[in-house]
């Protein structure tokens, strides 16, 4: 017979408190460094979250973007660049991805990726450009739901992690609210400190292996 069903968490760990960064170097059969970087955040489904989901768009989604425009049109330091954040129930996950370009070092792309976020602090944000992260924030969202099977999977992630799934229409709307100082503020507390892990993978002499592998 089944045990006893396990109680849900709802006590997040702690997250976005600056403490002692964690930096590894792997070195693995690739051409070019790639700089990995993750900090924890709040859970999906709060304001915090929908705040730094805009704030990840803004950063790099499209060719206008903050740190398309800095570390691949004008510096020329990477190929390319990504920011992700996970939808997750206990605290979620703000990511950044990028790979060097020749001759380019991966002290110098993390330099650069952390002042376009001290830019956001301390120079801040239109509201135009929010709202162009939201409108594409919500094309994206629409483009995941353009399925019975994607919108079920959708609907059961919302039950699962937030107790019902007509949240997930609330946490669609919720972006309509965010506001600048939402995502000034989201980037002062979660990603303008040292917290946080980087794994920076650098050639190491062998063939690369190609991307099927």
Do not use: C
Not at 137 to 164: F, K
């Amino acid at each position: 017979p089944g045990g006893a069903g396990v109680p849900p968490r709802r006590d997040a760990p702690a997250h976005g408190t600056p403490h002692a960064a964690v930096r590894e170097i792997l070195p693995d059969r690739v051409s070019f460094p790639r700089v990995y970087q993750a900090r924890t955040t709040p859970a999906y489904g709060t304001p915090e979250w929908n705040a730094l989901d805009v704030l990840a768009y803004l950063l790099a989604d499209g060719e206008s973007s903050r740190l398309q425009k800095a570390l691949v049109r004008e510096a020329k330091l990477v190929q390319e660049v990504d920011t992700y954040l996970l939808p997750t129930e206990l605290q979620g996950m703000f990511g950044v991805v990028a790979t060097a370009r020749t001759g380019a070092t991966a002290e110098a792309i993390e330099e650069r990726i952390a002042s376009e976020i001290q830019r956001v602090v301390r120079q801040g944000v239109g509201e135009e450009e929010i709202a162009g992260a939201i409108r594409r924030i919500r094309r994206d969202q629409l483009a995941g739901l353009s399925t019975l099977e994607d919108r079920a999977e959708a609907l059961a992630h919302a039950a699962t992690l937030l107790g019902e799934a007509d949240a997930l229409n609330r946490v669609m709307d919720a972006y309509l609210d965010v506001t600048a100082e939402d995502v000034i503020h989201a980037a002062r507390t979660y990603l303008a400190h040292d917290a946080g892990a980087t794994l920076v993978v650098v050639p190491n002499g062998e063939e690369a292996l190609d991307d099927a592998a």
